[in-house]
């Protein structure tokens, strides 16, 4: 699923009343900045980059249309009391396959997601983020430099909207890279923090949430954190759904430093882990938490992810997760998720993502766990052979388990009636191979007299011819 986009349609803007600079003088048009930095006003500069005169700007038109492959779904108001008309607006499909914790069956009404937007509160209608979301070449060259003539009293009410403006974010990333000043970073983060959620999901506004998440203290990421969270219960779900949104809440997860704000992300994230784990941005927010922060941390996690193992292991997104869990998960916690898959090991098997599932268990070569997966797989490995990806699944077997796990598996092959139809099988004559490479003794005997008694018969046929030519190319370096 491609990430959410986020449209912001909201009430007009409008330009803080704060003072506004005497014009400089003695500057000239070769040198429009001067040595003071300014000849202009503040609100004639915002003239020339189009957020001024809203007047003039093209209305922006509600979201009835398509969203290039659904409808727009139209949320009412919940019961926060957040309007219906500042939403993330979600495509029908897109919809469809978003799945919080559990198989589907209308949790997303059940957990309130169909009321979930991230409202914006970011004035800025009659076209205003049409514009500034697009670079304009009439931005004045003093904005596209740097803001180091601005005092805080200039940015005071506009950095926001400032955040929103291709040029403007650049110059607000400057301001906070240089040398540290508490002031400016402080009253950066107080007005980001108004609008947080907002300019996450902004083209050029994540970009300035995740640099203030570096250069903040420990306590103004905790205020961002309980921004995040406080509101809306499932927003930084939202937010991490999103293609820009996830970057910056990975920055923020990559910043955390105490227990408390890693209690209330994995709080926030809790309800959507399966919705995060089969999401192509949502993935990364879950493997980040996997990966850094602690066991105990990361217990509800795995919980939820072991009692919907089957559903995503089977997404292409899910299956990556899934391993990861298993990874970073130890004692009960790995032994409760191993147990879920083995579980579903024979449906998984013959899955497009599935299979990797189970092929990263036995490649951990962990002998309970391979033998336990081995059992689950007992008197099926004929069927999973004949299949796309089972038989990866069965050459995988015979690959990472002991010499007397993988004689089980072909005495179980050649004890099969049909046995002489995998040497003609698109995807059997790779299991066959793989048994002769592997396969010692009386087994290995068996395995060369079954596709000598088939020869005739496999050298007209494509895939026989593989076989054939692996056995050939074997007895040459015996």
């Known amino acids: 699923m491609e990430g959410f ?185 107080l007005e980001v923090l108004e609008h947080v959620a907002t300019l996450m999901l902004d083209p050029h506004g994540n970009y300035v949430v995740q640099k203030l998440v570096e250069v903040c203290s420990e306590e103004q990421r905790t205020q961002m954190l309980l921004m995040l969270t406080k509101k809306n219960d499932l927003q930084l779900i939202c937010i991490s759904l999103d293609t820009r949104g996830t970057r910056s809440v990975q920055k923020l997860l990559k910043y955390v430093t105490t227990k408390e704000q890693i209690t209330l992300i994995m709080r926030a994230l809790s309800p959507g882990v399966v919705a995060l784990s089969k999401n192509s941005n949502g993935q990364h927010v879950i493997e980040h938490c996997l990966e850094h922060f602690s066991v105990q941390d990361n217990e509800h996690l795995l919980h939820v992810v072991a009692n919907n193992c089957c559903g995503i292991a089977k997404d292409k997104s899910g299956c990556c997760v899934l391993q990861k869990c298993v990874e970073h998960s130890n004692g009960k916690n790995r032994e409760r998720l191993v147990a879920a898959i083995t579980a579903k090991a024979i449906v998984l098997a013959v899955d497009r993502y599935g299979n990797y599932v189970l092929q990263h268990l036995l490649g951990l070569r962990m002998p309970q766990i391979t033998e336990n997966l081995l059992r689950q797989l007992r008197g099926s490995y004929m069927s999973l052979s004949c299949n796309k990806y089972g038989s990866n699944v069965v050459e995988k077997c015979l690959l990472d388990s002991g010499e007397e796990q993988s004689s089980q598996i072909i005495f179980e092959l050649l004890t099969n009636r049909n046995i002489s139809m995998l040497l003609l099988h698109p995807f059997g004559n790779y299991v066959i191979q793989t048994a002769l490479s592997v396969s010692k003794g009386v087994y290995h005997d068996a395995l060369l007299n079954l596709v000598q008694l088939n020869s005739h018969v496999m050298r007209g046929n494509y895939y026989g011819q593989k076989v054939l030519a692996w056995r050939d190319r074997s007895l040459q370096h015996m």
């Open 5 to 189: 986009r986020c449209f912001l349609d909201t009430a007009s803007l409008r330009i803080p009343q704060s003072p506004l600079p005497e014009c400089v003088s003695g500057s000239s048009s070769q040198n429009p900045i001067g040595e003071s930095h300014f000849d202009q006003t503040l609100e004639a500069a915002f003239s020339r980059l189009k957020i001024s005169s809203f007047c003039r700007q093209p209305q922006l038109s509600r979201f009835d249309g398509d969203c290039s492959n659904g409808s727009v779904i139209k949320y009412p108001t919940n019961d926060h009391g957040l309007g219906g008309e500042n939403f993330i607006p979600f495509c029908n499909d897109e919809l469809q396959s978003l799945n919080l914790n559990s198989g589907g069956n209308g949790v997303l009404s059940h957990l309130g997601l169909q009321n979930c937007w991230v409202q914006s509160d970011i004035d800025c209608s009659n076209g205003f983020v049409s514009n500034l979301n697009q670079h304009s070449d009439n931005s004045p060259h003093w904005l596209q430099a740097s803001l180091n003539g601005w005092s805080l009293a200039d940015l005071r009410g506009r950095v926001a909207f400032l955040a929103t403006d291709q040029d403007g974010c650049r110059c607000l990333q400057r301001a906070m890279e240089a040398v540290p000043n508490k002031e400016l970073i402080d009253l950066i983060f």
